[in-house]
């Protein structure tokens, strides 16, 4: 079992940025797809971005379209989310998760998902 711990989290302005980073436990990290998921209050969790194993394909969720990057260190068992342009429909509690199933794509799809880390929370102010 791979164990996650996001970091990275804070008070940010509208129009600034963020770096969140998520570190996995196992040498097996850089055979999982990865995802980063949020979820604001009183919400359900919702999909933001992910990334194949190799780092050749990336996904995101159009509410945060070229204004998110998503990105991996494989030999720092490390997945990033860069966050530029915020707005404070973004403010919630992001969380990554590891996907061990070899689907040739990143899943989109919060239930594929069968590792997650504790989450790290984004407020960002108007």
């Known amino acids: 079992q791979v164990q996650l711990v996001e970091s990275g989290g804070g008070l940010v302005q509208a129009g600034g940025s963020l770096r969140l980073a998520c570190v996995g436990s196992l040498g097996t990290f850089s055979t999982y797809a990865m995802g980063w998921f949020r979820q604001a209050p009183g919400k359900e969790r919702e999909f933001v971005a992910a990334i194949t194993w190799g780092g050749g394909g990336t996904y995101y969720a159009d509410a945060v379209k070229e204004r998110f990057t998503i990105s991996r260190d494989n030999n720092k068992r490390t997945v990033y989310l860069q966050m530029n342009s915020v707005k404070p429909g973004d403010t919630a509690d992001y969380y990554c998760?590891?996907?061990?199933?070899?689907?040739?794509?990143?899943?989109?799809?919060?239930?594929?998902?069968?590792?997650w880390g504790q989450g790290t929370q984004v407020t960002v102010s108007s």
């Open positions: 998760a590891a996907d061990p199933t070899y689907r040739g794509v990143a899943s989109t799809l919060l239930d594929d998902y069968a590792y």
